[in-house]
């Protein structure tokens, strides 16, 4: 009896070691020990424009507390609507925002359509996202 179990020990040993080497050269592309890919050329440096509109106007209202004796905050000066102005969130807090804000002075189907929105925006971000 104890010679057939230490067989299947054996066996089951021999067993392991042959998985484990099969499992050898997948944990070796996985974690990246063996780079296989070689480079023959170091790659060319990007092109980027410096003077896009977005990189050109970054930090302008930067002087504004200094200049202007503190009197007026960079977000007093974006122009657009009044519920957007300063305003971070998702798109349901700013369809909240905007029917809090406005809601009564919108047309009948645009409510509606905004109304329809907070209700399918409410329901996704309570079922699904990280955000639950």
Not at 17 to 36: D, F, K, N, V
Not at 62 to 79: E, Q, T
Not at 94 to 115: F, H, P, S, Y
């Amino acid at each position: 009896m104890s010679s057939t179990l230490l067989g299947l020990l054996r066996a089951g040993g021999s067993l392991c070691r042959s998985a484990g080497s099969l499992l050898l050269p997948a944990r070796a592309i996985s974690t990246g020990t063996s780079c296989q890919i070689r480079m023959h050329a170091i790659p060319e440096m990007k092109k980027v424009d410096r003077w896009t509109k977005k990189r050109s106007m970054f930090g302008v209202f930067d002087n504004i507390g200094i200049l202007g004796d503190f009197k007026a905050h960079p977000k007093d000066l974006i122009v657009g609507p009044c519920w957007l102005k300063g305003f971070r969130g998702n798109e349901l807090q700013r369809a909240i925002r905007k029917k809090k804000m406005v809601g009564d002075r919108m047309m009948t189907q645009d409510k509606l359509n905004l109304e329809k929105t907070i209700r399918f925006l409410y329901k996704r971000y309570n079922r699904y996202g990280k955000h639950r």
